[in-house]
T-cell receptor, first 113, second 111 residues
Framework: EPEVTQTPSHQVTQMGQEVILRCVPISNHLYFYWYRQILGQKVEFLVSFYNNEISEKSEIFDDQFSVERPDGSNFTLKIRSTKLEDSAMYFC???????????FGPGTRLLVL | LAKTTQPVSMDSYEGQEVNITCSHNNIATNDYITWYQQFPSQGPRFIIQGYKTKVTNEVASLFIPADRKSSTLSLPRVSLSDTAVYYCLVGDGTRDDKIIFGKGTRLHILP
């Protein structure tokens, strides 16, 4: 069964450093998403991406965040200058079309020190 | 997206059937009901989706009464590995909508 993959599984970084989280969505999917979950809290939407542009973004997704689909398979989330409060699990998701059946990756656990 | 209300937590024992009910009083005509499951330290996983009456798959059943103002996710004969958070979501799925997760129901299966 096709699945969304994410790398790395864990990332530790120093405050102020840039991080890039990588995702490979399911191959025939057209809609891509990033969510995050701070430990013990709800899963929060960050951004949706379709047709090589951002469809929607949340208040969390400020100028420090960016997304890119550099080639036909990868979907990346970049945090330019990490803050302590960026520590969270980051989940990538994809869907075949705009609908609520999104398929999530296993997540990247980001720890900012 | 319609607002949903579900229990904060539930406990059950292995081998039992577990029913988690979700209220969605302001569900719209075009809205579907979708349930996701999230194991600790993993991403949410789609379980089941329905519009009305009953839907069954290899994982669960979803019961939706005629007025569609609530729905019940039924997990038959649970095991310890069914311990997870279960999210009820309601939306029409016609746009590339973000998923707004609530706190879900934390299901704890006891031996």
């Amino acid at each position: 069964e096709p699945e969304v993959t994410q790398t790395p599984s864990h990332q530790v970084t120093q405050m102020g450093q840039e991080v890039i989280l990588r995702c490979v969505p399911i191959s025939n999917h057209l809609y891509f998403y990033w969510y995050r979950q701070i430990l013990g809290q709800k899963v929060e939407f960050l951004v949706s991406f379709y047709n090589n542009e951002i469809s929607e973004k949340s208040e969390i997704f400020d100028d420090q965040f960016s997304v890119e689909r550099p080639d036909g398979s990868n979907f990346t989330l970049k945090i330019r200058s990490t803050k302590l409060e960026d520590s969270a699990m980051y989940f990538c998701a994809s869907s075949a079309r705009g609908q609520e059946t999104q398929y999530f990756g296993p997540g990247t656990r980001l720890l900012v020190l | 997206l319609a607002k949903t209300t579900q229990p904060v937590s539930m406990d059950s024992y292995e081998g039992q059937e577990v029913n988690i009910t979700c209220s969605h009083n302001n569900i719209a005509t075009n809205d579907y009901i979708t349930w996701y499951q999230q194991f600790p330290s993993q991403g949410p996983r789609f379980i089941i989706q329905g519009y009305k009456t009953k839907v069954t798959n290899e994982v669960a059943s979803l019961f939706i009464p005629a007025d569609r103002k609530s729905s019940t996710l039924s997990l038959p004969r649970v095991s310890l590995s069914d311990t997870a958070v279960y999210y009820c979501l309601v939306g029409d799925g016609t746009r590339d909508d973000k998923i707004i997760f609530g706190k879900g129901t934390r299901l704890h299966i006891l031996p």
